[in-house]
């Protein structure tokens, strides 16, 4: 069996940020697997810019903000390896793939989980009607049309408004084709609203909130869709049907964590499919840790690799026995008004002055307060005039707040009116 003292499975933006912040901190012996042909991951297929505002102070297009990570990867030397599928991981943390070359066994000292997120499917949402070609994911759409120059259809409705179909909208728009509208089931968007500008406002393309498909028709190819409104209980209004004649419908419904590996190898999973991790970036399994899109959707690449480099640090600690051990923490919860917190633990006692916690409000609020509590002692209080469900919110929390054994609570407050 060979052995290396890192592994890191996903070659996107989060795996090779992993692998250059594991190198900076005195970790040589790296390997880097990716399933595809090319490293870089999605950033590939996202030609729109945007990306880099914070880690280059400059905006990048997607495969121009994965080729600086990439070169500073080949300038450190890490090992690659590509069109290579991992299929199983094992909690002593011997990590199998297979590729043209066969089968192969590692067995390494740490590994980073970056897999990255997959897109809900038609069943996952429980798409009504017929099921004919050109019903298809905004990420795969995306695929065809900009790395293969392929038009998934001319008249199009888009479901979900998340930011690949905002992107797409606009894209399809570009190249010629009739997109007649976006239906979000929730009364407000789940794209940035940067996108909703730019990719609907600008080319008139109408937003139907509180709306969703209640009809697919169609034989061989889609012909139809028809949308309805729905209730605050997302249940569809008789009376409220609005038919578009069409040969695509693409959807745009959320991002889920690609973790199966990590739910063979037995680590504690969370309600957003991600893994429980503690302020390391550790999973419930010693010595693996998870980063990027695996461990929760992000909105922003310039924050994913962030979080990864410090996922390569905290494994880079863990291999070279730098890292503390038997250390106490403590769980946090999301509260009120809050849909997930990261991470689900914080340690305490060791040398890290604060933490990081990551977190994304249900719906759209104004003229709210964000309240840190423990055993309803409130440990820090944050204002916000607004905020949304599409942008993730991150903030430092001073560990010598926290009280040992008390479970740290994030809940969002009106906040009352003089």
């Known amino acids: 069996m060979l052995t290396k003292d890192l592994v890191i499975i996903g070659g996107g933006s989060a795996g090779l940020a992993a692998a250059i912040g594991a190198y900076d901190n005195g970790v ?3 390997l880097v697997i990716e399933k595809g042909p090319f490293l870089g991951g999605i950033l590939n297929q996202c030609i729109h810019n945007g990306f880099g505002l914070t880690e280059f102070k400059e905006e990048l297009t997607g495969p121009e903000f994965a080729s600086r990570f990439i070169k500073q990867a080949e300038e450190r030397g890490i090992e690659c390896l590509l069109n290579s599928v991992v299929t199983n991981v094992t909690c002593d943390k011997v990590v199998t793939f297979v590729n043209k070359g066969g089968t192969t066994k ?3 000292k740490a590994i980073v989980m970056a897999a990255g997120c997959y897109e809900r499917s038609p069943g996952a949402i429980s798409l009504p009607g017929d099921r004919p ?3 298809i994911n905004a990420g795969q759409a995306q695929l065809y ?3 293969h120059g392929l038009m998934c259809g001319k008249r199009v409705f888009i479901l979900g408004s998340g930011d690949i179909g905002l992107i797409m909208a606009r894209r399809l728009t570009l190249e010629g084709a009739k997109v007649l509208g976006v239906a979000e089931l929730c009364a407000w968007s789940n794209g940035l609203n940067r996108n909703m500008v730019q990719c609907l406002d600008d080319y008139n393309i109408p937003l139907y909130l509180s709306h969703t ?6 034989k061989s190819r889609l012909e139809k869709i028809v949308i309805s409104k729905v209730d605050e209980n997302n249940v569809p209004i008789e009376g409220t049907e609005k038919e578009f004649e069409v040969d695509t419908l693409i959807l745009s419904v959320g991002l889920i964590p690609n973790n199966i590996l990590m739910v063979k190898a037995g680590a504690e999973i969370a309600r957003n ?3 429980l991790v503690n302020d390391k970036l550790e999973t419930s399994i010693p010595g693996i840790y998870s980063c990027g899109n695996v461990l929760h959707v992000h909105d922003l690449v310039d924050n994913v690799v962030e979080e990864a480099r410090e996922a390569g640090k905290n494994a880079a600690k863990y291999i070279l026995g730098n890292n503390e051990i038997n250390l106490s923490s403590i769980n946090t919860k999301a509260g009120e008004g809050i849909g997930y917190v990261v991470p689900a633990r914080i340690v305490i006692g060791d040398d890290e002055k604060d ?3 990551k977190f994304r409000v249900r719906k759209p609020s104004k ?3 964000i309240l840190f509590e423990q055993n309803g002692k409130v440990l820090k209080k944050m204002f916000k005039p607004a905020i949304i469900p599409s942008e993730m919110e991150i903030t430092k929390l001073s560990k010598e707040l926290l009280v040992k054994g008390d479970e740290l609570v994030i809940r969002m407050v009106k906040k009352e009116a003089k």
């Open 28 to 30: 040589r012996d790296i």
């Open 106 to 108: 590692i067995k390494a």
């Open 133 to 135: 070609s050109g019903v």
């Open 145 to 147: 049309l900009n790395e």
């Open 213 to 218: 498909v209640t009809n697919v028709i169609g």
């Open 273 to 275: 499919n991600g893994c």
């Open 355 to 357: 933490a990081t916690l």
């Open 367 to 369: 003229d709210v307060y």
